[in-house]
């Protein structure tokens, strides 16, 4: 597929708007974790895929499962750290940043590609411990920019679920309701990012006090 003469490159697009989002600056409580917090993003996957792709589902859940072990030692996210749980994703040997332009959403969307993409992915995520903003704003920007560089030849929407289950979890945060967040993004939609960082910090709230209550109960 190549792009037509005047298709929009969504990832210029989404690096246009990236700094002149409003990105909430209210904070939430950091998750309540323990034996008895649900994973929602176990829940998700299990859910959206299991049906149809059960041998797909338990690479994900086993990606998952290296994301989690990564964040708790503290790693820092980079593309060689996410090309890794993607290997076990997708089953391949060797997974590399992608060569040629990509497109996603039926071909609706296309994603440009230039000698520096990588590197300015690279610094993108860098960006996720950013101490001045909100988890729940660093983490929905993370989980975008995975969508918009769209790095990988396939499974970009798995990766960028790892990705946000890797930043809240490298900050001791458990998701216990996931699903809300299965939206179509748009990369030129500053209200809608800016959106999904509240949605975040709300079930960061909700899932803290559910877990508490359970504790109380």
Known sequence: MTSGPHQKDALADWLRIRT??????????????????RDGFRDFFTATRGSHDAEGTLRVLTALDQALTDAVQGRQLCFALMANWQRTVLRRD??????TPA?????????????????RFESCLSESTQLDLPLPSRAARTYLDVLFFHPFEDGNARAAMLALAFVLA????????????????????????????????????????????????
């Open 20 to 37: 002149e989002i409003s990105w909430p600056r209210w904070s939430c409580k950091r998750g309540v974790v323990g034996a008895s917090a």
């Open 170 to 217: 490298r900050e001791g945060v458990v998701l216990d309701q996931v699903r809300p967040l299965q939206t179509t993004r748009w990369a030129d939609d500053t209200e809608g990012a800016a959106d999904l960082a509240v949605l975040l910090g709300i079930l960061i709230t909700a899932a803290e006090r559910r877990l508490l209550r359970g504790r109380e109960s």
């Open 103 to 119: 497109y996603a959403k039926g071909g609706r969307e296309y994603y440009g590609l230039a000698l520096g993409t990588r590197a």
């Open 94 to 99: 060797s997974v590399e940043f992608r060569t």
